[in-house]
Every structure is written in C-alpha cells, then in structure tokens.
C-alpha cells in the first residue's frame, strides 16, 4: 500500500510517453481558448470604452500594467506549485482567477459608462479587477504547457505546444468575432465581459468534471501497481491505467530567466514579446484614427474587430499550417517569424485604410504565430522532462513581462510619432534575428528523441 504521505517529488516507471488522448486534448485546448477569447473580445471594445470614458489612449494601455507584472511574479510560482499540486489543480485556479476578474472589470466599466463613477476610479477599479487575471489567471497557461510537454516525446514537442499556442490563436478569432454581437442592450460596450464570465465559468466545470486528477500522490488510486520502491532505493510509483504521467528523472531545481541553459532562449521571447505587445496595443487606435472613428467609437468595435480576426487566422495559419506541414524547429520558427513579423509592421504602420491595415495586421500576426510557439517549444526542450514546470513558469512569466509597459509605451510613442513607434518595434525584430541566429540551439540538436 503506498504511504499515507508520500514525498512531493514522484519518480515513474520509464515507460515510453503516451500520447495525450483527444478529450484531455480538447479540454486543455477550451482552457487556452475561452481565456484567449476573452481577452481579445476585451481588447477589441476597451479604446472605445476608453473614448467613451474620455480618457487618453496611453491610460487604457497602462491599466493592464499591474495585472501584466503580477503575471510575471505570480506565473512561476504557480508552475512550481503545478509540480506538486497537479496541473489539473491549477489550471482550475487560473478560469476562477479569469472568471472572477472578467465579472468584476465589466461592472467597474459599466458603473463609469453609466456616469456612476468618475473615469478616474473606474479605471483604478478596472486595473485592480484586472490584477485577478495576473495574480490567479497566470495559474492556467504553465499548467497547460508542462502537461503537455511533460507528456509529447522532444521529436513531437514544437507541434504539440504549437496546437496549444493555436488554442490561443483561435481564441483570439472568436474574441473580436463575438465581441460586436455581445453589445447589446442593457448592458452596452461591457457586454462582452459578462458573456465570457459565463464562458469561464461553464469551461471550469467542464475541467473539474471530465479531466482526471493528476496530483501525483494520488495517480495510482483504485489500480493495480507494482511495488512504490525501484531497484535502486529511489521512490517508485507507475502511472495509473488512466493517467500517462512520464517518467521523472529527479527533484528539479528552481530554474530562472538567466538559466544558462534558458537564456538565449528567455532573451529572444523578451524582445520579440515586446514587440508583438506593442503592435497589439497600438492596433485599436490606428484603426480609429486612420478611419476617422474618434468622434463614433462605438462604431468602430466592428473594424477593429475585423483586423483583429484578421490577425488571429493569420496566427491561427502559423499554428496549425505552417509549422507542422513544414516541420519548422523552435529556432527556424523564431528567425522566420521575426523576419515576417518586422515586414508585417512595416505594412501595417503605412496602411491607410481597413484592407490595407488587417492586410498588415495579419503578416506581422503571421510572424508572430510562428514565433511565439518557437519560443515555449525552446524553452521546453532545452530543459529535461521533469524541469518542465520550471520552464512552463519561466515561460510564462517571460511572455507576461512583455505587456507590463510595452502596450503603454508602444501607444505613448504612437501618439508622438507613429513612425517612431513602428521602427522600435521592427528594430526589436531585427534583434531577435540577430541574437537567434548567433546564439539558440540548432534544431536537429534540441528535436533529437533521447
């Protein structure tokens, strides 16, 4: 019988790894999906509301800032927490974390829409609804990755969590797509924060109810297994029929950004981080000054949806054309996406009317399709199987650091000189070709099964 309190750190039998069967695949891509809708349906109404509100550009940007830099303290905490707890467990946490800060952000914009808040207090109760999404939400996304990459073989890997990252990019397809359907009457502009408060809520019960747990003390309960001590006096307990835990090779050490093995790595996903959060933070305003929409904001959540969707079938081609039918590696899928990303933004910024500026939206959203999954597949195949809590934190928390000051700043530099915002943000491109080509891995090297 195994113990009444086993040891936190599990070492499995060494199995070959299964793959992940379709129903855990698809709750964990509902998980990615509801949150990323969310988000960008969010994203898609806020410079409206903003107008609305009568509040600078450069203000909507910095009220994501708290919730972002909660994000990068809070999601390696929770990675780490996901190694012992489960993923299941966390990934609960972040939809509560989501759910709980979608329903109060919407009644703070709501009561300042409606003139029973000053603009002032409603975007300070924004951001601190908000900081729900950073200080719990942040739970989901490591979770997500590490059951993913600590259940794929390394020559399958850049593919499985690019399935995961195109989670996001249909996401962000559906987000603005709903958005315009969800203001409705009553409820206005906030309409889609309500609607996806729902939306998180029904995916957490969908998790609870039909994924396994996976705490690892817990993962041969009401199965047969062999003895919980190995030939070598290490602790010992094989997965259960119904649970495809991989096998562990030791406790893993607490892993940072300037890990060696992680700092090429952590770098590039910074750089070119930034610059996709600059691009995303200007996009909503370009559309309403290029097309002459300050003075109609609520008629421009439909264009600024439209480019917005644009962009996320471009990703979403990244995700699940590009990378698997051209068997791209993480460092291949970083250089080209970057290169495409910095054409992308050069379309976009000279763009003067919708076509034009989705037609550039959705090459740099291209670009940053195949960077974005190049990065997590990195990280998570520079470190062993049982590092990838750590890494999925390290991740995590890189990829939040970029949406503390970059949305603000790229919308700052937007309102002093849009070609100066652009070229920062081409140049941040050029630097991640620079750094990538000289210091990631090569692909052979990091794809090799071993």
């Keep these: 019988m195994a113990d009444a309190n086993p040891p936190e750190t599990v070492i499995v039998s060494p199995h070959p790894v299964r793959p992940i069967s379709r129903n855990r695949m698809a709750l964990l891509f509902a998980v990615m999906l509801t949150t990323a809708a969310g988000n960008t349906a969010m994203q898609s109404v806020m410079p409206a509301i903003g107008t609305s509100l009568g509040v600078a550009d450069v203000w909507i940007s910095l009220a994501y800032s708290w919730s972002a830099l909660l994000w990068v303290i809070c999601a390696p905490i929770w990675a780490r927490k996901s190694d012992r707890r489960g993923r299941k467990a966390m990934m609960a946490l972040g939809l509560i974390g989501f759910s709980a800060s979608m329903g109060l952000c919407g009644a703070a914009l709501w009561f300042g829409l409606n003139g029973w808040l000053p603009a002032l207090w409603t975007l300070l109760l924004f951001a601190a609804a908000r900081s729900l999404y950073g200080g719990y939400g942040s739970a989901a996304p490591p979770a997500v990755q590490a059951y993913v990459a600590s259940r794929t073989a390394r020559s399958q890997r850049t593919q499985a969590l690019s399935l995961i990252a195109s989670s996001f990019g249909l996401g962000t397809v559906l987000g603005p797509a709903l958005a315009p359907l969800m203001v409705m009457p009553g409820l206005g502009l906030v309409g889609p924060f309500a609607a996806f408060t729902l939306l998180g809520l029904a995916t957490l019960v969908a998790l609870r109810i039909f994924l396994p747990d996976d705490v690892p003390q817990f993962a041969a309960r009401g199965a047969a297994y062999d003895a919980p001590y190995g030939s070598g006096g290490s602790s010992r307990e094989p997965q259960a029929s119904d649970e495809d835990d ?205």
Excluded at 311 to 337: D, V
């Design 246 to 450: 991989p096998a562990s090779e030791g406790p893993a050490d607490k892993l940072g950004w300037w890990e060696p093995r992680l700092r090429p790595w952590v770098i590039s996903g910074l750089l070119g981080g930034h610059a996709q959060a600059m691009v995303l933070g200007i996009a909503g305003f370009l559309v309403l000054d290029r097309l002459g929409l300050r003075g109609t904001p609520e008629a421009a959540t439909g264009s600024i949806a439209i480019v917005l969707m644009c962009g996320a079938i471009a990703t979403l081609l990244a995700q699940w054309g590009l990378i698997p039918r051209l068997n791209l590696g993480p460092k291949a899928a970083i250089l080209w996406g970057c290169a495409l990303a910095a054409v992308g933004t050069l379309m976009f910024g000279s763009a003067q009317e919708l076509h034009g500026i989705a037609l550039g939206y959705s090459v740099a959203s291209l670009g940053f399709g195949l960077f974005r999954p190049g990065f997590n597949a990195g990280a998570s195949l520079a470190v062993s199987r049982n590092e990838q809590g750590e890494a999925s934190g390290v991740v995590a928390s890189a990829t939040g650091a970029a949406y503390i000051v970059a949305p603000a700043i790229g919308v700052w530099l937007y309102g002093h000189s849009d070609w100066l915002a652009f070229a920062v943000i081409i140049g941040l491109c050029f630097a991640v070709l620079a750094i990538g080509w000289k210091s990631l891995s090569a692909d052979e090297v990091l794809t090799a099964d071993r």
